[in-house]
């Protein structure tokens, strides 16, 4: 079910039913090559959920268009609003979910750049006692028998990474009038290797996305297909409602989060 369209006399009932957790899409706004839309991870991450929460019951929170994105900043269309913003944002925001009675509270991420923030975020819920619990899931996550799956229809996948084949398909299937293969680049999504020297001995600057990939785009996405996106979008769609089930049945992350806050107040060896 969904925040927005329940009315206040329903909510409380929903909040049962869904087990008290709230799940959250996120994603960004930027380009994604020249054939996709600028909400392109907003629109996957959004339909997968919605799609999953058809099978496993949980709140649905209006999703998130707002992402880590200042490293795109060259390109029309990015929305860049300061990491300091977003992280006091989705403090206050979860906050405020909990306080109305949802204590577990899933970000389902459609926007790589998200990721590394959105699991710090997770991570500093420690610092002090809150009384809600943070997760943090990537939307194209696949198992390995998926990720065959997706081989086997499609061939080995050269390269990958952004408006790619996985994510041309997967709008393609969900909203093929925002597709626009025509206006396509190929080219743009062969990486430049500016950085690679710094890369092959484990260093990551700011800049090495841009460094490799200006255009943005990782990977050629001239075969992708609905059908692929169908198969691909199936996939997210069930990991997450095994996710759902498990956070509306299980109260374990909770208590021990309670464990820790109580020994943090008397620490020993």
């Not at 909400?39 to 959920?49: E, K, N, P, S, Y």
């Not at 390109?75 to 306080?99: D, F, N, P, V």
């Not at 994510?167 to 925002?178: G, K, R, Y």
């Not at 062969?190 to 600057?205: E, V």
Request: hydrophobic share 40%.
């Amino acid at each position: 079910m969904f925040w927005e369209q329940i009315t206040v006399d329903q909510f409380a009932a929903a909040r049962e039913i869904c087990g008290g957790v709230c799940v959250i899409p996120i994603g960004c706004l930027e380009k994604h090559g020249n054939q996709l839309p600028l909400g392109t991870d907003i629109l996957t991450a959004r339909t997968a959920v919605a799609r999953a929460a058809e099978k496993s019951e949980v709140m649905v929170f209006p999703y998130l268009p707002f992402g880590i994105v200042s490293e795109v900043k060259h390109k029309l269309g990015t929305i860049a609003l300061s990491s300091q913003l977003q992280y006091h944002m989705l403090e206050e925001l979860c906050e405020e979910i909990a306080r109305n009675g949802f204590h577990k509270i899933l970000f389902v991420n459609g926007h790589g750049g998200n990721t590394n923030f959105l699991r710090y975020f997770s991570q500093s819920r420690h610092e002090h006692p809150c009384d809600y619990t943070v997760f943090t899931y990537e939307l194209f996550r696949k198992t390995p028998e998926q990720e065959a799956a997706f081989l086997a229809l499609n061939g080995p996948v050269k390269e990958s990474g952004h408006a790619d084949i996985y994510e041309t398909s997967v709008v393609m299937a969900i909203a093929p009038e925002q597709v626009h293969m025509e206006a396509l680049r190929p080219q743009d999504g062969r990486s430049l290797g500016r950085m690679d020297a710094y890369a092959k001995l484990g260093a990551y600057s700011g800049i090495s996305w841009y460094a490799s990939y200006p255009y943005q785009m990782a990977g050629d996405p001239s075969d992708a297909t609905a059908q692929k996106g169908e198969l691909l979008l199936n996939g997210f769609v069930e990991n997450l409602a095994h996710l759902f089930d498990l956070l509306k049945n299980s109260d374990l992350p909770g208590e021990l989060q309670e464990e820790f806050y109580m020994q943090c107040d008397t620490p020993q060896a």
